[in-house]
């Protein structure tokens, strides 16, 4: 149970930083109303996936959750957000870096993670986001009063303040979540998981994406370990890495304006992963 709080405690305090960066700006766009401030977040907001995805590739599960504030608020894109989270290995990276006869998978992962994540930003964001309904497509339209934070705060408090108070009450979310799903798998058995995984023959790759569903680092290392292991396909592997996320899902689920925009992720990472690997699968690789 130590060990379960501790890593709980672990991946919360990581992502601190990022997520106070995060309410800093949502703090500052809602109390500020310029123009000039308007127009460069507008502006910014149609290529923002391709800077997600470069950010996503970054070995710090904070950028997914930074990510995930900031849609939720109304700040970034849909697009943007896939990006991010497509293209987090979360703990992969450190796990394949510690084996140096396997850095030529490791690249292979990262630039084809990343390509997939830049297709699947661009493609939401510059045509299939027009055919959802604005609360779902996310992204700044250009008034700042569109930016919502989703907590109230005492009118007198400073910036600094807010974003730290925000910042605190979802840290306090996610670690109580991710000491949950922890005692779960706890529970359940990581040889119950891999046993699983390894009789499901073509289509492996469906249920890695699933399991890299599960919020928190478990589901990056668990994953890495049986691909070192080779009880997974590189196919497979890089399926549930392209839906794990880290703490990203458990902090949409906080910040989101609705439930439809979390399922609408959670189909999304799942469809992409079990495609891109099954497709991987198919070429043989």
């Known amino acids: ?3 379960i709080l501790l890593d709980a405690g672990l991946d919360s305090v990581k992502m601190l930083p990022f997520l106070y960066l995060a309410y800093l700006l949502i703090e500052w766009i809602e109390r500020t109303r310029g123009s000039r401030i308007e127009a460069l977040l507008a502006e910014g907001s149609r290529w923002g996936a391709a800077v997600g995805a470069l950010l996503g590739t970054i070995p710090q599960c904070g950028f997914s959750a930074m990510a995930a504030s900031l849609y939720g608020s109304g700040v970034i894109t849909l697009g943007t957000l896939m990006a991010v989270f497509i293209a987090t290995s979360d703990e992969a990276i450190p796990m394949l870096l510690a084996v140096p006869e396997r850095w030529p998978e490791l690249a292979m992962l990262i630039l084809i993670k990343l390509c997939i994540a830049l ?5 939401l964001d510059l045509v299939v986001t027009r055919l959802l309904p604005a609360p779902l497509r996310g992204g ?13 705060h005492e009118e007198e408090q400073g910036i600094w303040m807010a974003a730290l108070t925000h910042t605190l009450q979802i840290f306090v979310y996610i670690f109580l979540f991710s000491a949950g799903i922890g005692i779960l798998i706890a529970l359940v058995g990581e040889e119950q998981f891999a ?16 399991v890299g569903l599960i919020p928190g680092c478990f589901s990056s290392v668990l994953l890495t370990e049986l691909y070192l292991s080779g009880t997974l396909r590189f196919s497979s592997a890089l399926a549930g890495l392209c839906s794990a ?12 304006r609705s439930l439809r925009q979390t399922l609408l992720v959670l189909l999304l990472l799942w469809g992409i992963g079990a495609a891109s690997g099954l497709l991987l699968g198919t070429l043989g690789i």
């Open 1 to 3: 149970m130590l060990d």
């Open 119 to 123: 297709a699947v930003g661009l493609l």
């Open 140 to 152: 700044f339209t250009g008034k700042a009063a569109a930016v919502d934070c989703h907590e109230e």
């Open 195 to 210: 046993g699983f995984l390894q009789q499901t023959g073509p289509f492996q790759p469906v249920i890695a994406s699933l």
């Open 245 to 256: 996320t880290g703490v990203g899902l458990v902090t949409l689920l906080r910040t989101s």
